[in-house]
């Protein structure tokens, strides 16, 4: 087996945070290094609680590092009434958490890390508002060397989740997605625009349906309590979001876009947090660069986020 990827995992776990998570613990192509945890599903205190919680149901031992409690400029508008109050719908039957809390915040964590790492080493997996990366990098904007690539699941080309332009990621922290756009960093975005089309469908689950494994019921609960169906009328199952960025961490061949230029709108009105793709470079002056993903191979990708899961007893 190759060397595993380093990588840091910065989220607000969130029932597709939970996936994702779940996903990376369950991958031994990856060396996770800590998990930074931001506010947005919901609170600062319940996304770390569920975090810690998500480490004790796969039975890993991760360092959690709490974060930014609240956007950069921006007032917090949760979403739990999507992810319930605790943030972790369909998955209260889990016991009080046992894994620790490291003393160190989340934003001197990234930069230790990303100032002891080789050029281009570590890969940054964020699923939730881009709080905690945007401070670091304000206070440290050295740290992009050792950034290999953030991969980001975040905005929306076409329509968004939270209003029409916007998706609640980029909603909830425009100010910081955009100096991450602007920060220098190889970046990855996956949007809407392909999240939308990774429904889990009971027929994509089916491979989890009668596994008697914690992990298993857990996951079918959680996505059983999301209820949510996609974008269109004849959807059979809500979009699996953040998982998608370890799915293209792990299985690049599963998910294919374009490179472009980028922007998030951080102005108050209609437009807050629509994020610009330039995919003809006709913007004055020229945006930053970053490859915008709009393709998965859903039937491909949960086959193997269903492997994956069956792999914790």
Known sequence: ???????????????????ALLLAFGSPELDILGITVAAGNVGLERTVINTRQLVDLAGVAVPIHPGCPAPLFRRLETAAHIHGDSGLKGAEHL?????PVSDEHAVPALIRHLRAAAPGQIILACTGPLTNLAAALIQAPDIVTGIAR???????????????????NFLTDPHAAEIVCRSGAPLE???????????ASPARLGPLRGVDTEVARTVLSMIAAYGRKGRHINSDG????????????????LMQGQRGGVSVDVLPGPNEG?????????????????????????????????????RYK
């Open 274 to 310: 629509r994020l610009t793709a330039d995919w003809w470079s006709v913007a004055k002056p020229p945006l930053p660069q970053a490859l915008v993903l709009t393709e998965i191979d859903a039937d491909g990708f949960f086959a193997r986020l269903c492997d994956r899961l069956l």
């Open 238 to 253: 809500p979009p699996l979001h953040d998982p998608c960025v370890i799915g293209h961490i792990l299985w690049p061949d």
């Open 1 to 19: 087996m190759s060397t595993p990827q380093k990588i840091i995992i910065d989220c607000d776990p969130g029932l597709d945070d939970a996936i």
């Open 189 to 199: 975005i996956i949007p809407l625009d392909l999240t939308w089309q990774a429904e």
């Open 95 to 99: 016991p009080p958490p046992r894994a």
């Open 150 to 168: 953030v991969v980001v699941m975040g905005g929306a080309v076409a329509q968004g989740n939270a209003t029409p332009a916007a998706e609640f």
